[in-house]
């Protein structure tokens, strides 16, 4: 069993930048793909960003792509989300979470962990 801890979120204004992390326990860390995604008030959860087991694959949602960056660091057992050019509509829950699987993915079903979330609140 896999647990999940996200921190690191807050209040930032836009065109800024956050650097949220992601904290695992109770597994080997480097045998699970991990990934970001995030859920805003009234709308379903999507997908934001996915890093492979190594960290030498990454994948993320075109909404995000080339603002944000993924990383891994598994001597500590920690994933991140580097969050850049901050926008109001990035504003949300965001939730890190693990799958065993070899490919990285964007689904969420292919995910088998995850964790209670950071709020990040993006100011106008």
């Known amino acids: 069993q896999v647990q999940l801890v996200e921190s690191g979120g807050g209040l930032v204004q836009a065109g800024g930048s956050l650097r949220i992390s992601c904290a695992a326990s109770?597994?080997?860390?480097?045998?699970?793909?991990m990934g970001w995604f995030r859920q805003a008030p009234g709308k379903e959860r999507e997908f934001v960003a996915a890093?492979?087991?190594?960290?030498?694959?990454?994948l993320y949602a075109p909404s995000v792509k080339g603002r944000f960056n993924i990383s891994r660091d598994n001597a500590k057992n920690t994933v991140y989300l580097q969050l850049n050019s901050l926008k109001p509509e990035d504003t949300a829950i965001y939730s890190c979470?693990?799958?065993?699987?070899?490919?990285?993915?964007?689904?969420?079903?292919?995910?088998?962990?995850w964790g209670q979330g950071t709020q990040v609140t993006v100011s106008s």
């Open positions: 979470a693990a799958t065993g699987r070899r490919l990285i993915s964007g689904s969420l079903i292919a995910y088998d962990y």
């Open positions: 109770g597994g080997t860390f480097s045998n699970y793909a």
């Open positions: 890093v492979s087991r190594g960290g030498d694959s990454t």
